[in-house]
């Protein structure tokens, strides 16, 4: 079953007057469940795609499609909650808030909509990676491994139907990102989340279920097995 897709889906930035064409009609579907890897060297345009993928940002043209609806068109105030509620996002950097607790942070996307459970389903995330007791520390005071552990608890908690990750292990060194990574696949088997993960790694790439490479803004390669 397909829980996203983007059809043909072109975005171009303007600087300095030149026309840069970013994503050149990029059509893809995510399945439930798949673990995707996309692929392709620095500036191909894998964050942009990501960032459309998950009504981050919007393309010029094409259609963004998640499960039957249409969502190319929202306004802001209808993709909010709709992102905070199916999605969950995971970058290199973290984007943790850093005046706000590991727990906090963890439970901001529950509290957002309300969500009564939010401090219980904090606490048993954090649990499941280890982080019981690194709860009411802040981000400064954390490895980045832990950090991002933190981060995925927090993208985790409103149950999402798709994980975006962006570069996920960038920013660690090759223990914690295998530890984050293994940690993302686990998830991604235990339950039907899909996972969109966007990487250079070659290693990354092998054990995904389905690989796109993009060059210059347009796939040129997408198989089962790379
Ligand atoms: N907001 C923006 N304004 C102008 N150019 C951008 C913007 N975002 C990305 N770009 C450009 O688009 C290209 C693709 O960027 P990006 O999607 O971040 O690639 P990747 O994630 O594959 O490295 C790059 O050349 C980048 O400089
Ligand atoms: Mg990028």
Redesign the pocket.
Known sequence: MTVLEARSVS?T???DNRA?T??DTVSLMVSEGEFLVIK????????????ILSGL?RPDSGRVLLGQRDITDLSEDELAPLRNTSFGFVFQSFHLIPSLSVIENVMFPAELRGDPQARLKAEQLLGRVGLTARMNSFPHQLSGGEKQRCAICRALINEPKILFA??PTGNLDLVNGRAVLQLLQELNRDSRISLVL?THSQEIAQSADRVVT?QD?RIVTSSDHV
Do not use: A, F, N, R
């Open positions: 975005k930035y303007t600087i840069m970013v994503l392709g060297e620095s500036g191909s345009g894998k964050s942009t795609l990501l960032s940002d962006d570069e966007v993009l803004g």
